[in-house]
């Protein structure tokens, strides 16, 4: 039991119940799961037997990377839940989508001063699964070690502390801080300029992996989910057929013809935003009064690069049957 | 007859030459440094050169006193300030360290100078000061302020109130306090003399109706660089009243303007023929980029670094056609192919500058640059000799092979993103890649470092980089013995500034005359302690050794101090007028 004290004592808020169901055994796996070397096993993706000693271990994985209930609809927006993670029933297709996208989910986990905003993207969609019972969480969270790649856990660890270092180095990276506040501000003058002071509208930029520029929405115009994802679709449907098979620099950010299908069809793309943390969300988790109140930009990403959300639009679905 | 053919013969009679013709001979050398190397030939060029010299250029504003200077040059026309360091641009100087524009204002004031042409970098200006600079000087013509602050849109008021013969109003980059004003207004309307107008930085409303009226009365009018807040339809009527403009920096506008306003604006554009710099763009919808098509071809200096809505398809759909351009500064949404086609169609790139569109890796951004970009550029650029690359990471075959294709660099300056980050590749440092840059430019004499580096850096810089003067360092180094190999091996070296680096108290005192060749010297978050700057201050009187506290609010105590303790920032210069008097608190010189 002290182990599992030390473990809660990493916990910044109370652990859930599952925690104390664990045996003292699962301490050991514990260490396997931080060692990062044991995660390689990221790429299988078979459901093997594992089930039933590891339902204590990662009942306590859980607790370590959990700051809140699994299952809670807690909207602290540092929460890590692998637990919630594990309960995606896609899981088995990740490892492919994984190497699919190995290359660019790879090149985001650099070994120092990982992207905290990616590792938390992973981490962080929290509600948009089922209400989960511990059952439903024992099925499929062998998959939480396995799906991760190597960088990620370190990520995971450190998600809990501070940002990565280099955000908070003081004058670095060496840009002029006229330069630096004046691309920050981007956003706020547009909305001066435009006339209103920002109250009556509500502007974000929304910005689209492969497109050449951003758009930008008054979220106060569109009441609910449906129809702000409609008037991105509209946005960016008439976007993407002007550029198909347009010249320019050609590479993966390409869009073309069955990618623009999928995009029609939901299956490629997923929209997310960016909330007042600073964490990318999976779009339609919270009520939409909620969502337009903490939404800082939208994106639409592609679906294997914000892996883990790859099941957008049953989540959408969901979210709008509960709003 | 004969004597003075012989005396011609003879230097050392060249003293007879009546002194009429050596000014006027002197007339010809503008160069600062030419001239301070011929004041010191002998008495009477000294003082033949005192007289005639008229521009004046000081890169530390404490290591002279204005009267001293105005003693010396009385017929000053045109003088050039630098005050903070250059760190202090990365927030690493505290606002109030110094760099005060008004002391000297004063003292030419008093001095009864002629002053026609005032250019600052970093220094601290108040709207008292440009009031008192638009009533002293008569003959004020050059107003060029670049990375200042501490003055408002009001002090701006006062140049154009009172500046008869203005013909260059210059802001590059200042923190102005915008009084959304009435500055624009504040010309009046027998000025008739603009030759260049950069309002760019002013955060405010502009009165446009001023604006266009002063631009429809100014025929010299050659640059106008407006604000974000002048938008489509302004800039069309701008322009179409200033087809000789040369140099336009475009203001802000951000939906997609109406088919007419858009005709409207390239039709404008087509007249510009003569227009050769372009910069601005901070929000733009692509489209409106596209009506400087048919100027395209005719620019040489290009600056879109503050473009960040524009995604890199539309960044280089655009560049592709500047076939011309020579001064190339964009955002790294350009990314390596962007860079790649850049390389293949700007063969007349001499500058090209690379600034992160996410310094803080906050988007999840994957098109930022990386050496394959650099390498392609140094293969296609022949003419490639400046460049500022900030990316993801760098290898040092690409560095030997960018330092293979262009040895003529004078400035290269590296910063990748990550600090202390190897060569991704073989996980070395890239104290080869950096070596090879210095070995194969021979004329370089800027260079700013960056990546996992060991003390090896620095012997190759001190081994081969002669013409080197100011030098950058961050994260980088092992011992103190890096520091010294560049302290004993760079002769020309004049700036040099450390930051996070474990150089100590061994490499800074190791030659203290080293710094009386120097402008100055700044180590940050370094080894050196306490006692060593003491050390130092005592033995180099002529040096104003500065220790700038992590604790603003209070000076050290003497006695409560340790010798031992690290110093956070210290800046060190030399100087010919002693201590200053006008330090923060938060600043000890020792």
Redesign the interface.
Known sequence: MSLEEELQSNVSVASSSPTKNTAGGGGLKVHNYFGLSDSSSVESSTLSGRVEDDKATISLKATELTLGLPGSQSTELDLLSPAKLNEKPFFPLLPSKDEICSS?SH??I?A??N?R??SD?MYTEKNWMFPESVAAQSVVKKEVPQNIPKGQLSTTNNSSSPP?A??Q????????????N??AT?CK??DE??GKPGSAALFVKV?MDG????R?VDLRSYTNYGELSSALEKMFTTFTLGHCGSN????K?MLNETKLKDLLNGKDYVLTYEDKD?D?MLVGDVPWEMFIDVCKKLKI?KGC?AIGLAAAPRAIEKSKMRA | MNRAIKSRLSTSEMNYFPDEVIEHIFDFIASHRDRNSISLVNKSWHKIERYSRHQVFIGNCYAISPERLIRRFPCLRSLTLKGKPHFADFNLVPHEWGGFLHPWIDALAKGRVGLEELRLKRMVVSDESLELLSRSFVSFKSLVLVSCDGFTTDGLASVAANCRHLRELDLQENEIDDHRGQWLNCFPDTCTTLVSLNFACLKGETNLAALERLVARSPNLKSLKVNRAVPLEALTRLMSCAPQLVDLGVGCYENEPEPESFAKLMAAIKKCTLLRSLSGFSEVAPVCLTAFYPICENLTSLNLSYAAELQGNHLIEFVQFCKRVQRLWILDSIGDKGLEIVASSCKELQELRVFPSDPHDEEDNNTAVTEVGLVAISAGCPKLHSILYFCKQMTNEALITVARNCPNFIRFRLCILEPNKPDPITSQSLDEGFGAIVQACKGLRRLSVSGLLTDKVFLYIGMYAEQLEMLSIAFAGDTDKGMLYVLNGCKKLRKLEIRDSPFGNAALLADVGKYETMRSLWMSSCEVTLGGCKRLARNAPWLNVEIINENESGRMERNEEDEREKVDRLYLYRTVVGTRRDAPPCVTIL
């Open positions: 660019s090149k985001n650099v120092s001063g992207k905003g990616f993207t990565a280099k955000a180095i003081v004058g670095w990276p060496p840009v002029r801080s006229y330069r630096k004046t691309l981007t003058n547009s300029v435009d910005s497109a050449p520029y951003l930008k320019g620099a050609p590479g950010d600073g990318w990403m690069d």
